[in-house]
């Protein structure tokens, strides 16, 4: 395994273990679990996980969001997982659509990177050709990178083949065989020369059928149905045939049936569907490009979030694969750059050095397009800074589909996405445009979210010069020690004996446990509140110092949504040792049948040399609980 064992061991774990996952994808910043039962994984100790930025549940799946570092951590998981068997997707238990997106997503998330790739290839074979002139456009090299471009999208089936059948639950090689079928280039006479349908058309035991005149490659629909169809008839042979002989008679009956058909029905019908839908995506387009482009620009983050953005995608690829340009997701292009000014204005404007800091990466993330940090870390829990770059979302979205601006090809994120948009002859008119725009969303994103401002928390700690220089840098002063005070009365108790494994296991982190003797909680040093769980059932704070707590009140008490709590902070307030945070009903959560002790856990300890806690017996407000110690 690699440097991201521990976390992925914990990450499934705290998802139910790897009898609950029936599948798992990843997209650039998120680990999507298709579990057997959600309410089994532990959402909130997944959301208070170092490492892990949020969690997010929307089309039946169960999102863990990591950050650019996503595919790493996936490969650590993978090997805690092991081998998966194909199971049969039961799909999500939300309606038609989320069962549409589910399924789009977990079809298209594995080829998307390569895709966008292949793309960015004809891109730059654009430029190269439009630069050099006809004496590169004539050349081998030419044809080579036309053929690094060109081949993913001409035998595309092939690729959905293995991730389509993989979703739908059979055997991904075979619906590899199934999609080579579709884009078999031997439909030739003896001849050799005269195709079938040149010579009086195609039939199969009589029955005549035809293909389309560009064949079945770049096609999407077609292999799309004859998967499912496949994986359906591959589990009801498998009921049937002996396991003597099923290795080989379930792929060879499955084939037999579902190629013939795939020509015959499957692939003529879904190709008219395809078209349909593709036409139908049109018209709402054509009917007022400008208001279009404004709502896709607008609700393109939000879509992002719930993974609905997803609806879009299988025709946008349609409509390239058959050498197309698209305007689908034009009013989408300059929406990250938009968020990456908001966040930009939030690293500037704020005096909460932590926020500060958490910025400075959300912000690079968002030029390459990465705005999954921005949203969750900065701007989303800020409010207006978010809703900010959606303003200036939709309206560049207006503005570039009111230029007419069109992708030629998948192009990647960010300003990787500038090569999808040169047209074949070479033309960057659509490039620049999106340059222009883009430059602009960034400033407007960034002078909006100024504008409207946000509630920040600014330290009333004056600094020493030595602290406001290496603050200024987004660094923060290391010391010997840092310890943390008793935010409660009451009896001390090793971690190990937290009435939840989550705790008890080191899982967060080190600590130890309190029975509290009443229902306050105090600021245990001079920091920040870091998060503030809705339900005031648990506060996560930062010292000025970098030590991380959380303080968890009882076991399982989410349950009791927020009943017997009161919270006297906000989050990202700052708080001085000894002030009151919250205060919680003893008595009336003991009734309700929930254990009262109270885990107080470093969550960053693993930045430490040592986490010592305390050897009393007992404690009360201001004595030294936990002291953290730094490695010289």
Known sequence: MGKYEELAKKIVKEVGGKENVNSLTNCITRLRFKLKDESKANTEVLKNMDGVVTVMQAGGQYQVVIGNHVPDVRKDVDAVLGVLEPVADEGPKGNLFDRFVDMISGIFQPILAPLSAAGMLKGVNAILAFALGSSFSGSSTYAV????????????????????????????????????????????????????????????????????????????MPIIAATAFSAFLEKQLRKIIPDVVKLFLVPFFTALIAIPLTFLVIGPVMNVVADGLGNGLLAVQAFNPIIFGAIVGFTWQILVMFGMHWALIPFVIISLSQGQPTSLLTGSGSVSFAQTGAVLAVMLKTKNLRLKELAIPAFISGIFGVTEPAIYGITLPKKKPFWASCIVGGVTGAIAMGLGIQAYQMGGLGIFRYTGTIAPDGNMRFAIYNMILDAAALCAGFALAWALGFKDDEPTVALSKEEAKLAATGQQKKLAKDEVFSPIAGNVLPLSEARDAAFSEGIMG??????????????????????????????GLISENGTEVLIHIGIDTVQLEGEGFEAFVEQNAVVKKGDKLVHFDVQAIEEAGYNTQVPIIVTNTADYADVIATAEPSVKPGDVLITTVIAN
């Open 145 to 220: 990178f036309n053929a690094m471009g060109d081949g993913l999208f001409l035998f595309l089936p092939i690729f959905i083949g293995y991730t389509a059948m993989k979703k739908f639950g059979g055997s991904p090689f075979l619906g590899m065989m199934i999609a080579s079928s579709l884009v078999y280039t031997g439909f030739i006479d003896g001849s050799a020369t005269t195709t079938f349908a040149e010579a009086g058309g195609l039939n199969f035991f009589g029955i005549p059928f035809s293909i389309p005149a560009a064949g079945y490659g770049s096609t999407v």
């Open 510 to 539: 080190k600590g130890l446990v309190i029975e509290p003797a009443n229902g306050d909680i105090i600021a245990p040093f001079d920091g920040t509140v870091m998060t503030l769980f809705p339900t005031n059932h648990a506060i």
